[in-house]
């Protein structure tokens, strides 16, 4: 079955840096461009960055020039490097792929705070 497991977030002084990281199993990841999203307490989900098949990028205007995704089809993981992170960038992040139904991984909390 899919499986999607994100890990990586913790707690994380403004100005500072994380990775977040994504181990995908039950399809071909080669074949799916990835996501990662993210969700603020009180606020809608949202999309921070995606990586097409071939490794194309895009993110949202609120994080580029910030976060970098990336992918290693030989392992099957999806990584979100994370720097000069702010207040405003604490929430649940949580990688998906829109395979079949759509598949989302459990979320990994990123807290920016002194």
């Known amino acids: 079955q899919v499986q999607l497991v994100d890990s990586g977030g913790g707690l994380v002084q403004p100005g500072g840096s994380l990775r977040l990281s994504c181990a995908a199993s039950?399809?071909?990841?080669?074949?799916?461009?990835m996501n990662w999203y993210r969700q603020a307490p009180g606020k809608q989900r949202e999309l921070v960055a995606v990586i097409s098949r071939s490794g194309s990028t895009n993110y949202a205007v609120s994080v580029k020039g910030r976060f970098t995704i990336s992918r290693d089809n030989a392992k099957n993981t999806v990584s979100l490097q994370m720097n000069s992170l702010k207040p405003e960038d604490t929430a649940v992040y949580y990688c998906y792929v829109n395979y079949r139904s759509g598949y989302w991984g459990q979320g990994t909390q990123v807290t920016v705070a002194s």
């Open positions: 039950g399809f071909t990841f080669s074949s799916y461009a």
